[in-house]
């Protein structure tokens, strides 16, 4: 946690192939969904398919609401080129409405010749019908309470393991820290795990709770230690890299 101005920013990249994309067209329909700072990174992006994503999409794929089906497979297979999107450097206080922002410009190049889509910055992908559903119900909802969940769905990844610890990974991406719980702890870790996450995004609850402080699902239930810890298991460079860092929930 830092005290002052916060400094720290966080990236967006997507990466989204297809057997028509047009990597011209994707990128005037990145700029003018995603708007300014939005762009298709042209040093990376290639008219020819990469033989690296059917595996890159495999181990990806969400795991809590699986959706990656065999269709969505065989159209990585197909895919001739391969477009990474670039989203603007973001503050904490930025960071969820670019996420907004970059999910629209997901549902709109998967409308236009786009097949499958994953996020480079949280490692996470969904079949194209359910990023649809996503970014469908995003932009239906008119305020953050609605927006929060398609969001944290479609570009948090969790749980990921240490092996003595669970984690998020991408809630940097909305200017938020990540979630961690003790492996070992219950079989409700994903449920409190999210129970946090909803409220970090939802109350801006990192701008109330200092370390020590305590949390529960709801008001008369069982509640746990918050221990802030800073994120040393990916590199500062790494997208992955949470510069808030996490938050344990500890009994």
């Not at 529960?216 to 040393?232: E, K």
Request: hydrophobic share 40%; proline share 4%; charged share 25%.
């Amino acid at each position: 946690m830092t005290s002052g101005v916060d400094t720290f920013s966080s990236q967006h990249v997507m990466c989204v192939v297809g057997a028509d994309l047009d990597l011209d067209k994707c990128a005037e329909i990145v700029a003018e969904v995603g708007g300014p700072g939005f762009d298709l990174d042209a040093d990376y992006s290639q008219r020819d398919p990469d033989p690296r994503m059917a595996e890159a999409f495999e181990v990806s794929a969400d795991l809590v609401v699986p959706s990656f089906t065999d269709e969505d497979r065989a159209a990585v297979a197909d895919h001739q080129s391969v477009a990474y999107i670039l989203g603007p450097s973001a503050a904490s206080y930025e960071g969820f409405a670019v996420t907004r922002r970059m999910l629209a410009v997901v549902a709109a190049l998967l409308q236009n010749g786009g097949t499958a889509a994953k996020s480079e910055s949280s490692g996470i992908a969904h079949g194209r019908d359910r990023w649809l559903h996503l970014a469908s119900v995003a932009a239906a909802a008119t305020d953050r309470a609605g927006q929060a969940p398609p969001l944290y769905a479609a570009f948090v990844r969790r749980p990921l393991s240490s092996g003595l610890v669970y984690y998020s990974c991408g809630l940097h991406l909305m200017g938020e820290a990540d979630v961690e719980i003790t492996a070992a702890d219950d079989d409700r870790g994903l449920e409190w795990m999210d129970g946090l996450a909803r409220y970090l995004l939802i109350d801006r609850g990192s701008a109330r709770i200092r370390d020590g402080d305590t949390f529960g699902l709801q008001a008369d239930s069982p509640r746990r230690v918050l221990r802030h810890r800073a994120c040393t298991r990916y590199r500062d460079d790494d997208l992955f890299y949470n510069p808030w860092g996490y938050w344990r929930l500890a009994v």
